[in-house]
């Protein structure tokens, strides 16, 4: 598996800016991966948790048709 990933894929610091991710037409918060080809979205729902095993917060995986938009920040 390549690091060189396409224009599908997309987490907080690829340098594209904020963006709004939905999954199945519902607005999924606090994203941390969502690859529109694969239609998977990883996320930290709130209230934020830390896993009973390690230093490393609770994520959820949602599965669907993912849509990424960006924000106009002007």
């Not at 209230?47 to 106009?72: M, N, S, W």
Request: charged letters at 25%.
């Amino acid at each position: 598996m390549g690091t060189n990933r396409g224009s599908h894929v997309h987490t907080p610091g690829d340098g594209r800016g904020v963006r709004r991710v939905f999954v199945d037409g519902v607005e999924v918060g606090q994203v941390v991966f969502a690859d529109t080809q694969r239609g998977i979205v990883r996320y930290h729902p709130l209230p934020l948790k830390v896993h009973k095993h390690g230093k490393r917060l609770i994520e959820r995986t949602r599965r669907g048709a993912v849509l990424v938009e960006p924000i106009d920040n002007s």
